[in-house]
């Protein structure tokens, strides 16, 4: 497959998905499809700071629930419309991904995987305890459907394609980010920071500004997220999401950006045909988890592009 | 508000021996970043199955305490030796990342495992000192955390020891300060890493084994204690053993305090707000890492 073609194949692929409530007139079908876009946003971003900036970030489950909680918040308690709420998830979250990204980065690797980790569990006991503002345990039920120049996408089938629209811009800006300079750069840094400084530049700015935006489109995935739950309560900071944006990124291929995408969407059915009972379901992600990091350690974009090496080498011979 | 010195002094008691227990989770991930550079995720687990085998052994020996603690501490230093064998000894050196991924895997299938099996209810477990404790005047602290603490304590006394004069803890100090030149002088790598592993392993479980009657047994108690524990090593600088025990009786204290004189919730948040700051002020911990020092 000549390297022109992916982004064709993506344009038809995006077009198909389009297309899916066209298809069906299951909602639980299309429930799935808004969860499998969103998941994959969310997985994306996560690649950005792990798989281009060699990052791990366990923060990105506190940023899909800040988001979650900020969106439905402006809507129900302070009147802002669905779209504010989403602009207003990214905003929020970008600003405290630099505040406490700061500090998280000044730190080594080790610590830095350690302290993001905190920071996603110190967010889901604030949405617990912080009563006044989240509402606690209870959540904040009954969110209003989103509304487009008078137009409410109330059904599962029109609430689709607002997800669409956002997952493709989404991921149009993510790719056109990873296959820029900047995008480069943070390879670069992930593969020899020392190098890196030599040349004259300074990773902190670069890391931070990946931290940010990974965590500023988290956040808005998480916002539209809630929107489809139509509730939002603390269980938006499961760990079961991290796991799943995990899982995503680690089967797609870390540091691959088409990998990903299309393991996001295999993946994002996989819950859903694996719905035994919840506890054989995590047991199943954990062993997919571990055989992958044995069996594939760089996903399937990675064995492949093993393959394709090794092709070559054999032709050279 | 005024400060009763009673009241004070019994959030302190609780504090220190909380605190000592948080000490054991700490030194255990300190032992194993420090010797292999990793970090394992699923020490929580570890201690999950402390607490399990420690509320399965006492009905077996009658609600005796110091057979089953014995019992509990084995198993776990067994499942350790499985783990290492099974996943850790196939990482390379510099394989972070990795490893907190697959023993994030593992620590799913561990936890999920147990609650299939043996539901996600919460027991209770009693053992021959039931519930009654010591009064030191209006102090009143029950036995079971006496005796946890002690053993807590007596093992930093044996780890210290083995640690400093037995050639099998100097050859994972060796490592931990210089991989290469240990090599040189040959040291296993391999050996002196399974070593650490199994011995934290055996921390953990006795951690585990000395919560059980203290607190409420479930699948999800080792994911509580072990998001603590990691904010713990950080706090004390990443492979600082004594760094981690300073900071575990510290925060057991403050928690305990603020747990005592303001609301509930904060008690909770104070670790993450306290490594938040920490990092702020020293990006490598209170204690800075110099190799593993014991002395």
Redesign the interface.
């Known amino acids: 497959m000549k390297r022109a073609a992916v982004p064709l194949l993506a344009v038809a692929a995006a077009l198909a998905f389009a297309a899916l409530p066209f298809v069906t007139s299951s909602n639980y079908i299309v429930g799935v499809g808004v969860s499998a876009l969103l998941f994959t946003v969310a997985a994306a971003a996560l690649n950005l700071i ?1 798989g281009y900036t ?1 990052l ?1 970030s366990f923060a990105q489950l506190g940023f899909w629930g800040i988001g979650g909680y900020v969106s439905a918040l402006t809507v129900v308690t302070f009147g802002g419309n669905f779209w504010w709420g989403v602009l207003w998830a990214a905003l929020i979250n970008a600003a405290i991904a630099l505040v ?1 990204g700061y ?2 980065l ?6 830095f ?3 993001t ?3 996603a ?2 967010v889901s ?2 949405a617990r ?2 009563v006044d503002l989240t509402r606690g345990p209870l959540g904040i039920p009954n969110l209003p459907p989103p509304t487009v120049f008078g137009r409410t996408f109330s059904t599962t089938h029109q609430f689709y394609g607002i997800a669409w629209g956002f997952s493709v811009a989404m991921l149009a800006f993510l790719y056109a980010l990873c296959s820029s300079r900047i995008g480069r750069t943070l390879i670069a840094i992930k593969q020899n920071e020392p190098l890196v400084r030599a040349q004259g530049i300074s990773p902190m700015p670069y890391k931070l500004a990946a931290f940010a935006i990974s965590a500023a489109i988290t956040g808005a995935a998480g916002g539209v997220f809630v929107f489809h739950l139509g509730i939002v309560d603390p269980l938006i900071l499961d760990f079961y999401y991290m ?1 799943t944006f ?1 899982i995503i990124m ?1 089967i797609g291929g870390a540091g691959s950006f088409w990998g990903v995408v299309a393991a996001g969407i295999a993946l994002s059915a996989l819950p859903e045909v694996l719905r035994f009972s919840a ?2 379901r ?2 199943i ?6 055989a992958a ?2 069996a594939m ?1 760089s996903g399937v974009a990675g064995w492949l592009r093993d393959r394709r090496i090794a092709r070559l080498r054999a032709e050279l011979q | 508000m005024t400060i009763d010195a009673v009241y004070l002094l019994q959030l302190t008691l609780n504090g220190i021996t909380l605190g000592l227990l948080y000490a054991l989770i700490a030194v255990g991930l300190s032992l194993i ?1 420090g010797v292999m ?1 990793i ?1 394992n995720f699923a020490h929580g687990e570890l201690l999950m199955l402390g607490a399990f085998a420690m509320a399965f052994a006492l009905p077996v020996t009658g609600l005796l305490y110091w057979p089953a603690l014995g019992a509990a501490v084995v198993c776990t230093m067994m499942a350790g030796l499985v783990i290492y064998e099974m ?1 850790l000894a ?1 990482l390379k050196t510099d394989e ?3 490893s ?3 023993t ?6 561990i ?3 147990m ?2 099996v043996f539901t996600a209810t919460p027991r209770l477990v009693d053992t021959q000192y039931g519930f009654e404790g010591v009064q030191i005047g209006a102090i009143r602290i029950t036995w079971t955390r006496v005796i946890g603490a002690g053993a807590a304590l007596v093992a930093f006394g044996g780890l210290y020891a083995v640690l400093r004069y037995t050639q099998f803890g100097r050859a994972m100090r060796a490592i931990a300060q210089n991989r290469e030149a240990a090599l040189m002088v040959g040291i296993r790598p391999r050996v002196v890493a399974r070593n650490a592993v199994v011995l934290s392993a055996g921390l953990c479980g006795l951690a585990g084994a000395a919560i059980a009657p203290i607190q409420l047994v479930t699948p999800y108690m080792g994911q509580f204690l072990i ?1 603590k524990a ?2 713990l ?2 706090i004390g600088g ?1 492979g600082n053993i004594p760094g981690a025990v300073v900071a575990a009786i510290g925060l057991g204290l403050v928690e305990n305090w603020i747990g005592g004189f303001f609301e509930i ?1 904060w008690q ?2 104070a ?3 306290i ?2 700051v920490v ?2 002020l020293r ?3 209170l204690f800075k890492r110099g190799g593993m020092r014991v002395g």
């Open positions: 792990y060699g791990l406490v500090p998280m000044r730190t080594n690797r080790h610590a995987v350690i302290s980790l905190t920071f569990l110190l006991l604030i305890d912080w796991q995990l680690i506890d054989f995590m047991i992600y954990g062993v997919i988890l571990v990091m044995f350690p | 970043f550079e970090i996943l196939r972070f990342e990795r907190i991924l697959i994030l895997g593992l620590s799913i299938i936890i999920h495992v609650q299939y998001f990691f904010a090593v950080i990443l919730a909770e948040a670790v993450f707000v490594m938040i990092l702020f990006p490598d911990g």
